[in-house]
């Protein structure tokens, strides 16, 4: 019970109750559904990225609330930062969401859902808007956004 506790701390419960840049994106920007089969966890991920930083960076979608707060944390981590620091946050979260390991300097607020790593079935919850990101940040390179 005090595990869970710790899960679902206070942050976590606030980003799901009012999670951060939840919304769609109008501008020209490149987006991505991302879906959790196991959980049924669904978000749409938009990402506009300029002179390689990520400049503006939403979701809107469902799922369970950790699904929810870790998209809602990650879009707060990332607005603003170059590519190339976003794909190394993402190496550190999944390290992180996977072995427990807390990298503080590159994580920042996402160390409060460290306790993921102990709770196997909601890892996959937590990454799932990380590997949304990742596949958005992927294929930018050099490629022209899509407008489909
Ligand atoms: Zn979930």
């Given at each position: 019970m005090d595990e869970l506790r710790e899960l679902y701390q206070q942050l976590i419960l606030d980003h799901n109750k009012s999670p951060r840049n939840f919304h769609v994106m109008d501008e020209p920007c490149e987006s991505t559904e991302g879906y959790n089969p196991l959980c049924g966890d669904k978000l749409t991920l938009y990402v506009k990225?300029?002179?390689?930083?990520v400049a503006d960076i939403s979701f809107v979608g469902s799922g369970c609330a950790?699904?929810?707060?870790?998209?809602?944390?990650?879009?707060?981590?990332?607005?603003?930062?170059?590519?190339?620091e976003a794909k190394v946050i993402f190496e550190n979260f999944r390290d992180m969401i996977t072995t427990g390991k807390v990298n503080k300097e590159e994580l920042g607020?996402?160390?409060?859902?460290?306790?993921?790593?102990?709770?196997?079935?909601r890892v996959k919850c937590a990454i799932l808007s990380w590997h949304t990101l990742k596949n958005i940040l992927d294929n930018?390179?050099?490629?022209?956004a899509s407008t489909e």
């Amino acid at each position: 019970m005090d595990e869970l506790r710790e899960l679902y701390q206070q942050l976590i419960l606030d980003h799901n109750k009012s999670p951060r840049n939840f919304h769609v994106m109008d501008e020209p920007c490149e987006s991505t559904e991302g879906y959790n089969p196991l959980c049924g966890d669904k978000l749409t991920l938009y990402v506009k990225i300029e002179d390689d930083v990520v400049a503006d960076i939403s979701f809107v979608g469902s799922g369970c609330a950790i699904s929810k707060a870790s998209a809602s944390i990650m879009t707060e981590e990332i607005k603003g930062k170059p590519v190339d620091e976003a794909k190394v946050i993402f190496e550190n979260f999944r390290d992180m969401i996977t072995t427990g390991k807390v990298n503080k300097e590159e994580l920042g607020k996402l160390e409060v859902l460290s306790g993921v790593y102990k709770f196997p079935s909601r890892v996959k919850c937590a990454i799932l808007s990380w590997h949304t990101l990742k596949n958005i940040l992927d294929n930018e390179s050099g490629s022209v956004a899509s407008t489909e």
